[in-house]
């Protein structure tokens, strides 16, 4: 077990333009979960999955923003036309199927939107 | 709805000092509580956590409470060195929810 990987690490884009992010969680995980933090700011929920179903979603999640988990397993979050209010750290977290577990961080996606 | 406020939002102290964060949440409806560390530009690393039943976890030089009526929960680190500077964050799981409500963070600097 790695733990929960992101891809990619890094990512510098110009405004306008679409992005997609990756997230494996650990193995036998099947509650995911997105979170954004921006600049001196604690991170915030987006949306979450359980196994394949994404079961709430953040108002901070506008319509350019979509997020899949389509075998239950990887997920991913695009941004379409990005905008520099976007640029941000996008943490994926996973867990166990209790709400009440401890959810496992990645080491985020920083994104810069120029 | 759950929100979650660390005081102070820095924090500078010498070497060798014992120093308390503070953390206040609004419900006391809760799953647990925990306390990360984040390092500049990096991911979250997980210190303690503490289930609503529990009142304290200690690890090391590291101790949380929990209060949960009154909604306060303190990290206690003893004997701060350099290598403590870093944002500890406060974290609630709110019962019925699963999503994670933080704190915006404290802000930590331990001068040699």
């Known amino acids: 077990d790695t733990g929960v990987s992101q891809n990619p690490r890094h990512k510098i884009t110009k405004r306008g333009q679409n992005v997609t992010f990756r997230c494996d969680p650990i193995?036998?995980?099947?509650?995911l979960y997105w979170y954004r933090q921006t600049l001196g700011q604690g991170p915030e929920f987006l949306t979450y999955?359980?196994?394949?179903?994404?079961?709430?979603k953040s108002r901070l999640l506008s319509d350019r923003f979509s997020a899949e988990r389509p075998k239950g397993s990887f997920s991913t979050l695009e941004i379409q036309r990005t905008e520099q209010g976007d640029s941000a750290m996008y943490l994926c977290?996973?867990?166990?199927?209790?709400?009440?577990?401890?959810?496992?961080f990645g080491p985020g996606t920083r994104l810069l939107v120029l | 709805k759950q929100e979650v406020t660390q005081i102070p939002a820095a924090l500078s102290v010498p070497e060798g000092e014992n120093l308390v964060l503070n953390c206040s949440f609004t419900d006391s409806a809760i799953y647990n509580l925990q306390w990360f560390r984040q390092d500049p530009g990096k991911g979250l690393t997980s210190l303690l956590l503490i289930q609503s039943s529990q009142r304290e976890q200690t690890s090391g030089r590291l101790n949380a409470s929990l209060d949960k009526s009154s909604g306060r929960s303190t990290l206690y680190i003893a004997a701060s060195q350099p290598g403590d500077s870093a944002t500890y964050l406060c974290?609630?799981?709110?019962?019925?929810?699963?999503?994670?409500?933080f704190g915006q963070g404290t802000e930590l600097s331990v001068k040699p």
């Open positions: 974290v609630v799981n709110s019962l019925g929810g699963g999503k994670l409500i």
């Open positions: 977290a996973s867990s166990g199927p209790g709400l009440q577990e401890t959810q496992y």
């Open positions: 193995s036998e995980h099947n509650r």
């Open positions: 999955f359980q196994n394949e179903a994404q079961l709430e």
